[in-house]
C-alpha cells in the first residue's frame, strides 16, 4: 500500500505588495485505495497544496514523502512520469493528437504501451472504438474528461492527482467522473486526491480534508 505523507508544509508565493502564506505548516496521510476530496474557499491553499504533491513546486519548509522516501531527493520530472497522474479541469489534450495519441503521450515510464494498450484504457472509460480517432475538438466535455483520466492512468502512477475535473462539466457528467475516479481508488488501488468545490461531490470521497487559510482540517 502505497502512502503519500504531508509534513509541516510551508509555501509562500513573494510578491510586489509582500508575502503571502499560502500553507502554513499542512499535515495530512493519503493512503492508496481511497478517494481524498480537498475542499476550500478560494485561495485556501487547494491547488497550491496539490501542485506540491504534483512536485511542479518545492515547499519552503517541510517535507512530503512517498511510502517514506522524501519526493525531493527524485528528479520532478521522473516523479512525475511515474508516480503522479494529472487530471485537469480544461481536461488540456493536445488538440491536434487523437485520443489514443493523447493516452499514449501520457505513458511517462511506460514508454512501451501500444495503442492497442491505450485503446483498451479508454475502453475501461466507457468510450468505444468510434471516439478512438478523433481529436478533442470531436469529443464531448465528458468525453474528453475519460480521455483525460485514460491519459493520467497510461503510465500505471499510484497517485491521481485531479483539480477540480468536473468543473466544465454539468451535473450528470460530473456525477459520472466521480463515479470513475471511486472506482480507481477502490478497484484499481490508486491513490487519489480530488480538489473540488462541491459538497456534493466531496460527499462521495472516502475522506474528506478542508483547507483553511493554509491549513489542512
Same mark, same amino acid.
Given at each position: 500500500?502505497?502512502?503519500?505523507?504531508?509534513?509541516?508544509?510551508?509555501?509562500?508565493?513573494?510578491?510586489?505588495?509582500?508575502?503571502?502564506?499560502?500553507?502554513?505548516?499542512?499535515?495530512?496521510?493519503?493512503?492508496?485505495?481511497?478517494?481524498?476530496?480537498?475542499?476550500?474557499?478560494?485561495?485556501?491553499?487547494?491547488?497550491?497544496?496539490?501542485?506540491?504533491?504534483?512536485?511542479?513546486?518545492?515547499?519552503?519548509?517541510?517535507?512530503?514523502?512517498?511510502?517514506?522516501?522524501?519526493?525531493?531527493?527524485?528528479?520532478?520530472?521522473?516523479?512525475?512520469?511515474?508516480?503522479?497522474?494529472?487530471?485537469?479541469?480544461?481536461?488540456?489534450?493536445?488538440?491536434?493528437?487523437?485520443?489514443?495519441?493523447?493516452?499514449?503521450?501520457?505513458?511517462?515510464?511506460?514508454?512501451?504501451?501500444?495503442?492497442?494498450?491505450?485503446?483498451?484504457?479508454?475502453?475501461?472509460?466507457?468510450?468505444?472504438?468510434?471516439?478512438?480517432? !478523433?481529436?478533442?475538438? %470531436?469529443?464531448? @466535455?465528458?468525453?474528453?474528461?475519460? #480521455?483525460?483520466?485514460?491519459?493520467?492512468? &497510461? =503510465?500505471? +502512477?499510484?497517485?491521481?492527482?485531479?483539480?477540480?475535473?468536473?468543473?466544465?462539466?454539468?451535473?450528470?457528467?460530473?456525477?459520472?467522473?466521480?463515479?470513475?475516479? !471511486?472506482?480507481?481508488? %477502490?478497484?484499481? @488501488?490508486?491513490?487519489?486526491?480530488? #480538489?473540488?468545490?462541491?459538497?456534493?461531490? &466531496? =460527499?462521495? +470521497?472516502?475522506?474528506?480534508?478542508?483547507?483553511?487559510?493554509?491549513?489542512?482540517?
Amino acid at each position: 500500500m502505497s502512502v503519500l505523507e504531508v509534513q509541516n508544509l510551508c509555501y509562500d508565493y513573494v510578491q510586489r505588495y509582500g508575502v503571502t502564506h499560502a500553507l502554513k505548516g499542512v499535515n495530512g496521510v493519503f493512503e492508496s485505495g481511497k478517494l481524498y476530496a480537498l475542499t476550500g474557499r478560494s485561495g485556501s491553499g487547494k491547488s497550491t497544496l496539490l501542485s506540491l504533491l504534483a512536485g511542479f513546486d518545492r515547499p519552503k519548509a517541510g517535507k512530503i514523502t512517498l511510502d517514506g522516501e522524501d519526493i525531493s531527493t527524485v528528479k520532478p520530472s521522473l516523479y512525475r512520469k511515474e508516480k503522479v497522474g494529472m487530471i485537469f479541469q480544461a481536461y488540456n489534450l493536445i488538440p491536434h493528437l487523437t485520443a489514443v495519441e493523447n493516452v499514449l503521450l501520457g505513458a511517462g515510464g511506460k514508454k512501451s504501451r501500444l495503442p492497442s494498450e491505450a485503446q483498451a484504457i479508454l475502453r475501461s472509460m466507457g468510450l468505444e472504438e468510434a471516439h478512438f480517432r !478523433k481529436k478533442p475538438s %470531436h469529443l464531448s @466535455g465528458g468525453e474528453q474528461q475519460r #480521455v483525460a483520466i485514460a491519459r493520467a492512468l &497510461a =503510465s500505471d +502512477a499510484c497517485i491521481i492527482l485531479a483539480d477540480e475535473p468536473t468543473g466544465n462539466l454539468d451535473s450528470d457528467t460530473g456525477s459520472m467522473v466521480v463515479e470513475i475516479l !471511486k472506482d480507481l481508488a %477502490h478497484r484499481l @488501488g490508486k491513490c487519489v486526491i480530488l #480538489v473540488t468545490h462541491s459538497e456534493e461531490i &466531496a =460527499s462521495e +470521497a472516502d475522506v474528506r480534508y478542508r483547507m483553511s487559510d493554509g491549513i489542512l482540517v
